[in-house]
């Protein structure tokens, strides 16, 4: 069965709710197409994964184990 829409009868108030709502997954699938492609040295991606590494190896991050808070990580 398919839905329709009739954005005539939706309030103003539902419409920005809708928008915001595609927005959103919009966002979310460009996220997931940007980070599901290979990292190419040089690139954006590339600088943040090497910084990322070099935290690592710093020490200047902290491992978060499933089930612990979050607030851990940052004292």
């Known amino acids: 069965m398919q839905t329709?829409?009739?954005l005539k009868k939706m309030?103003?108030?539902e419409l920005r709710a809708l928008i915001e709502a595609?927005?959103?997954e919009l966002?979310?699938?460009k996220w997931d197409e940007l980070l599901a492609r290979p990292v190419v040295k040089g690139t954006a991606?590339?600088?943040i994964q090497e910084r990322a590494k070099a935290d690592i190896r710093a020490g200047r991050v902290k491992e978060w184990k499933p089930g612990e808070s979050f607030e851990?990580?940052?004292q």
């Open 45 to 47: 991606m590339w600088e």
């Open 27 to 29: 966002d979310d699938r």
């Open 4 to 6: 329709q829409l009739s």
């Open 11 to 13: 309030t103003t108030e």
């Open 22 to 24: 595609i927005e959103e």
């Open 72 to 74: 851990a990580l940052f």
